[in-house]
């Protein structure tokens, strides 16, 4: 199994979509990206700890590739803004990529470059491609937030 970590705005869509994949074994929400140890979800709604909202992937790459797992990743927001998706502001939404190895790392980059080169977004792709630092795993009640509630988004379009 391999690890893969998102950060796509609002964890719980990114959770949800990620889960509907074959090949995905696990998901779990948390914090990523910042320089705070052990963040609660007040502390990152603060925007004062650097970290993103991400999702890490537990999946494995004989069903499904890290390649797909970008595809996915791009369809479900929009990475041209910055800091920022549908109504939730702040860099904790940030679109974001956090490789686990050069591999991922060099897939992260010539996908965003061909999705740029594209033309499917008239702005340039914010997405931030960093390597994978500490996760702080998210509070249970966020876990599988969707299934638990019976909400079905966020509220994005």
Known sequence: MEKATFGAGCFWHVEAAFQELKGVISTAVGYSGGHFKNPTYQDVCTGQTGHAEVVQVEYDPAKISFEELLEAFWKIHDPTTLNRQGPDI????????????????????????????????????????????????????????????????????
């Open 90 to 157: 702040g860099t904790q939404y940030r679109s974001a990529i956090f490789f686990h190895s050069a591999a991922q790392e060099t897939a992260a980059r010539a996908s965003k470059e061909r999705l740029q080169q594209s033309g499917r977004f008239s702005r340039p792709i914010a997405t931030e491609i960093t390597p994978a630092s500490g996760f702080y795993r998210a509070e249970e009640y966020h876990q599988r937030y969707f299934e638990k509630t019976g909400h079905r988004s966020c509220g994005l379009t």
